[in-house]
């Protein structure tokens, strides 16, 4: 009698449990990588010179795609080589990973060298790391209260007062819920438009929109005009995917970055499906519809710095004839206030955008932003010159120390004068540092009291300029820059070294002109000792 078939071995199956499992992890890179690359080309049409990227894992090692991506999520410019070769595409590659880390981006395993080698985990882990902080967390922090909410009950004096803010209104969930994790905050957007349908739940970034219904629930929540909900019960996902995706496209000018086929699978990959989902909470944030909402807020935010402009003008006054001890009371007591008033409205105040962008009332809202952050800085400049002698002049220092560190490092095209700059810089920073045990010296001596034996500056103040203090002798500036000053040296050499070698690079002539190659050769070995 023929036997049948004999059952699998505990290491055949153990085999085809990571097959399976390598097989569903290269088809979530696949996905994240034509969802990834769809995103970062809608990035790079908003660069000042726009291109686009084929291969995700090729075209990053140029570097320079990077940049371009991070300048426009950033709005700054950031240092860069010009050239192509492989050394200049390593230098650009490490400046934009030297910026993230700078903005106290953890990059975990990040190394040029795996850009380099187009590693395609890192490449994706890079990516989605850029994506989480500029894209996601960005939009995820405009799910804040608009106003405070007071507790029940109770109503301070503030909140009372002619000089109060305006009234407080009750925020949603995801507003309240804010400083929860970007990814919890989305999703708890995401579950609001979606609350009013009772046979669409929403759990995760997964399978939860794998039928395609919540996509189409936050269109209809988004524009209730596109979409007819009683219709997408009895359709298949692949249509209500499809059809989700093109309304999107079409109608809310959200770029397409997935397809039907990389939702409707028993595991759709949950940052594809973030990346995209994030792109529906910005066109809430910016939408036409929205318009009203929005130039409400910004209506808000003007009532609230003119009231503010109001009070500091009234402090100002009340103040004028006060004791250096009480003038500095009143300046603590008015930027506690502002700042804790001015936390419902950041999302408006630290909107950025070119003044082109920007409308009438927009406009007029960042001058008069920018007016009152003025005079606040010249009260407290002021103020600062209104200090006892020595502690004045150690004000001064600890300005002059401050603003050397805060500066960003010397970047130019040309080594050699980004070298020269560093040295300067080396230089003014050991001079002041020269001074270091002089001025902490001051603030340990100084006799904190006048001829009535009462304060002659807030012990406050002498806290927060002993505490920055500390803080600059805590910091490694001065390795930091002549690391940098070192790193231009090198750079500089071996632009001289190309030049070189485009001139050496020649096809060889007579007897005296290979003598004068070598001996040209030997000249630079003896200048470069």
């Known amino acids: 009698m023929a036997s049948g078939p004999g059952l699998p071995t505990e290491d055949q199956v153990s085999l085809d449990i990571d097959d399976l499992q390598v097989s569903l992890q290269a088809k979530q890179e696949d996905t994240q990588k034509k969802t990834f690359t769809c995103w970062i080309n809608s990035q790079l049409a908003k660069h000042t010179s ?6 995700l894992f090729t075209d990053i090692k140029q570097g320079h795609i990077l940049l371009d991506l991070l300048e426009v999520l950033s709005g700054q410019q950031l240092p860069r080589d010009k050239g192509s070769n ?6 650009n590659i490490e400046n934009a990973l030297t910026f993230l880390k700078n903005r106290s981006i953890k990059l975990i395993n990040i190394h040029v060298a795996d850009i380099v080698e187009g590693n395609p985990s890192i490449i994706l882990g890079l990516i989605w790391t850029i994506i989480l902080h500029f894209h996601i967390e960005e939009l995820a922090r405009t799910l804040s209260c608009n106003y405070k909410q007071p507790t029940q009950g109770r109503v301070s004096v503030a909140e009372t007062s002619p000089t109060s803010s305006p009234p407080v209104k009750k925020c949603s969930k995801a507003q309240a819920r804010w ?15 979606c609350a009013t349908y009772e046979s669409i739940t929403v759990t995760d970034f997964k399978s939860s929109w794998r039928n395609g219904m919540a996509f189409l629930a936050v269109i209809h929540a988004l524009r209730p005009d596109l979409i007819d909900m009683k219709s997408v019960k009895h359709r298949s996902n692949k249509d209500n995917l499809k ?23 028993v595991n759709p990959d949950e940052k594809s499906i973030m990346t995209y989902v994030a792109q529906f909470l910005k066109y809430s944030k910016d939408a036409p519809g929205t318009g009203d909402t929005a130039q409400g807020k910004i209506k808000d935010v003007m009532a609230w710095l003119n009231l503010q402009e109001t009070k500091l003008q009234k402090v100002l006054k009340d103040s004028e004839n006060e004791t250096y001890l009480k003038k500095y009371q009143s300046l603590l007591t008015f930027m506690e206030s502002f700042n804790e008033e001015k936390k419902p409205f950041l999302d408006v105040l630290s909107q950025e955008g070119n003044q082109s962008e920007l409308n009438k009332d927009q406009l007029q809202l960042r001058k008069s932003w920018k007016s009152l952050n003025h005079q606040v800085n010249t009260w407290k400049a002021e103020l600062n010159e209104a200090l006892p002698s020595h502690l004045r002049e150690t004000e001064a220092w600890l300005q002059q120390v401050e603003e050397l560190v805060q500066e960003d490092l010397p970047a130019t095209q040309d080594h050699s004068e980004a070298r020269a700059l560093t040295q300067e810089r080396i230089t003014l920073f050991k001079s002041l540092m020269d001074r270091f045990d002089y001025h902490s010296n001051i603030l340990l001596t100084f006799e904190n009291q006048d001829a009535e034996h009462l304060p002659l500056v807030p012990p406050s103040k002498l806290e927060e300029m002993q505490k920055r203090i500390n803080t600059i002798a805590g910091k490694k500036f001065l390795p930091c820059l002549e690391f940098h000053y070192s790193k231009c ?5 071996l632009d001289e070294v190309n030049a070189k070698l485009d001139i050496w690079d020649i096809k060889y002539g007579s007897k005296e002109s290979v003598a004068l190659l070598l001996e040209d050769w030997q000249n630079f070995l003896i200048l470069l000792d």
């Open 179 to 193: 400083q929860l994790s970007a990814k919890k905050a989305l999703l708890l957007w995401a579950q609001e438009q």
């Open 50 to 55: 726009p291109s686009v990227i084929s291969d």
């Open 489 to 493: 040296l090198v750079l500089g050499l």
């Open 86 to 91: 492989t050394f200049q595409c390593r230098i």
């Open 243 to 265: 059809e989700a995706f093109r309304i999107a496209e079409r109608e809310l000018k959200i770029p397409r970055l997935l397809e039907p086929e990389d939702v409707d699978v």
